[in-house]
Antibody, heavy 125, light 107 residues
């Protein structure tokens, strides 16, 4: 089955960087964009950016530009999200999510399915 | 950026009730609107895609409607497992944006 498995929880100090991985299985990795979404404690969902898993091209939310780097390794079907210059308000659960652009009947659209299980990143001195 | 506004932010309902959640986009997004359900400690789960298509495996009591700027998620008869937070999301353009969420609680 299609599955995204993320790396484990991290604790980082302010100013450090964190790199979260997202290993895909059950589908052709390079056929889909991978997106990154985060959720601060008790808050809603915030889109961070996406990577074209084939070309490696990326787009990120303006808020994170200059701090977020998204990469992928197609040989192991894994996407990565690195966030630098961490602050306490970066404490959040970080999710990867595959974006599908048509269903099994060919009906078009764009939606996130599945999501990874989430990676808690805690930033604390 | 396209702003997504959900209402209400929270609601209390009983098992068996019909529940309606609305989502409004700041500009037309055609049918590029998705709904997700999230339970505490879990990742979001896709319920409805392209405004009105039911994701495989999702109970038929969930339905979505709308196009353009106004969308609705309906739960025809609320079940105990439906108490959760629901998010709408537009996929018309980047940045992808989410509504602020609607928490459905037990009355």
């Amino acid at each position: 089955q299609v599955q995204l498995v993320q790396s484990g929880a991290e604790v980082k100090k302010p100013g450090a960087s964190v790199k979260v991985s997202c290993k895909a299985s059950g589908y052709t990795f390079t056929n889909y964009y991978m997106h990154w979404v985060r959720q601060a404690p008790g808050q809603g969902l915030e889109w961070m950016g996406r990577i074209n898993s084939n070309s490696g091209d990326t787009n990120s939310a303006q808020k994170f530009q200059g701090r977020v780097t998204m990469t992928r390794d197609t040989s192991i079907s894994t996407a990565y999200m690195e966030l630098s210059r961490l602050r306490s308000d970066d404490t959040a659960v970080y999710y990867c999510a595959r974006e599908v652009d048509r269903d099994s009947s060919g009906y078009p659209g764009r939606w996130f399915d599945p999501w990874g299980q989430g990676t808690l990143v805690t930033v604390s001195s | 950026d396209i702003q997504m506004t959900q209402s209400p932010s929270s609601l209390s309902a009983s098992v068996g009730d019909r529940v309606t959640i609305t989502c409004r986009a700041s500009q037309s997004i055609s049918s590029y609107l998705n709904w997700y359900q999230q339970k505490p400690g879990n990742a979001p789960k896709l319920l409805i895609y392209a405004a009105s298509s039911l994701q495989s495996g999702v109970p038929s009591r969930f339905s979505g409607s709308g196009s353009g700027t106004d969308f609705t998620l309906n739960i025809s008869s609320l079940q105990p497992e439906d108490f959760a937070t629901y998010y709408c999301q537009q996929s018309y353009s980047t940045p992808r944006t989410f509504g602020q969420g609607t928490k459905v609680e037990i009355k």
